[in-house]
């Protein structure tokens, strides 16, 4: 059976607290974590890239500083948070570095991924990350974060994270094989939605009940069905699927891409045709880049747009604004995100990328509007 998950060029993979502590012990569920690993090594080896956001610092925290059961105050969460981070890294290292896989952490808050210049900044992070090879492993990070400026789950940070770095596939590991009409606990004739185009009220309604509580984590089906809304504005296909699903050859991952029981939600686009709508039609340009015919020709052909082609700037606008791409007679050619405040780039008017860092001070990058932050203007 062929999903969305073995043509998925990016993945992006959410695991719960319920999933990754074991409820024996308190710790940190090893066999999980181990054909997780599995998953994400072999999904490595077919050349996909791979982001994993977990859950579990907390619940790791408070088993460390012997913190009571029940829900707890906000500085006591924070401890336990601190405590259980370096728990868990430490976990997901251990089962990827049987795989020879490094590990980085990327500690993500709410203005992370809201805010447009923290947000550039968290993308090209990931980027580098995915780059050199590594497993970027993303938490939300609750040390620091208050209550009212947190997700409060991890689905809707993995949506984020998702949309962040342009995914194919964001897959839920959940305790449940998807969304359900009715609670498939307490109702044997509840019915399995297997796949869905739209969500809609009558989604939401089902959501209720689908995917109570099990005493650790935050999350339920409405936040999943929140973040598949997301992901599938993003372009992104998501999965709902059972996260101790495994297989001969792994865990819930492989199991998933066999044709295992889930809820696949289904977007109308790909990532790439949702991003250029977003830069085409969604954004208004803070100012105006002026550039010359060759830079014009270059832009066509697909190329990134370089500081040499650059003839006038105008307007007032920061790193990560949107700005208009004109040529001599102002005819919009292209909208863009611009990787330079309007006073850097009135400076680099004409420059050869490789003067950037003695004209600025600081080393940037070669393009002021990179090709994937921008699209062409229609003809």
């Known amino acids: 059976m062929t999903t969305p998950l073995n043509s998925a060029r990016r993945i992006v993979i959410k695991v719960g607290s319920s999933l990754l502590i074991d409820p024996a012990n308190g710790a940190a569920h090893a066999e999980r974590l181990r054909r997780i690993a599995q998953d994400a090594a072999q999904l490595h080896a077919d050349k996909k890239s791979v982001v994993i956001v977990t859950s ?37 290292e251990d089962a990827l570095a049987l795989h020879g896989l490094p590990v980085a952490q990327a500690l993500v808050t709410f203005d992370d991924t809201e805010h447009r210049r923290r947000w550039l900044n968290a993308r090209a992070t990931l980027e580098t ?34 949309q962040m770095i ?21 109702d044997r004739n509840a019915r399995h939605i297997p796949e869905i185009r739209r969500i809609t009220s009558e989604h939401l309604a089902m959501a209720g009940g689908a995917n109570e509580a099990t005493g650790t984590g935050s999350g339920g089906m409405s936040t999943k069905l ?42 109308d686009v790909t990532p790439e045709t949702a991003r250029r709508q977003w830069l085409a039609g969604a954004l208004n340009p803070a100012g105006e880049i002026t550039i010359d015919d060759g830079a014009a020709k270059a832009l066509k052909a697909g190329k990134s747009l370089l500081p040499a082609g650059v003839r006038k700037v105008s307007g007032r606008f920061d790193r990560g604004d949107a700005v208009a791409v004109v040529d001599d007679t102002g005819a919009i050619i292209a909208r863009g995100i611009c990787s330079y405040s309007a006073e850097d780039a009135v400076r680099l008017i004409g420059a050869k990328s490789a003067d950037i860092e003695s004209i600025l001070g600081f080393r940037g990058r070669p393009a002021l509007i990179h090709r994937d932050d921008l699209v062409l203007a229609e003809p």
């Open 226 to 267: 929140e973040a598949a809304r997301i992901a599938m504005t993003a372009g992104c296909a998501t999965a709902i699927t059972l996260g101790a699903n495994t297989t001969s050859k792994g865990g819930p991952l492989d199991a998933l891409a066999s044709g295992a029981r889930a809820s696949w939600f289904l977007p």
């Open 166 to 186: 342009g995914a194919d596939v964001l897959v839920l590991l959940s305790d449940v094989d998807g969304l359900y009409d009715a609670n498939p606990a307490h």
């Open 129 to 162: 990350l995915i780059e050199r090879g590594a497993i970027p492993i993303v938490n939300e990070n609750d040390t620091v974060a208050t209550a009212e400026l947190r997700y409060g789950d991890n689905d809707r940070l993995a949506a984020r994270v998702a």
């Open 56 to 92: 579990g610092a907390v619940a790791l925290g408070r088993r460390a500083l012997g913190l009571k059961a029940g829900k707890l105050r906000l500085e006591e969460k924070q401890a336990a948070a601190a405590a259980g981070q370096p728990r868990l890294m430490r976990a997901w």
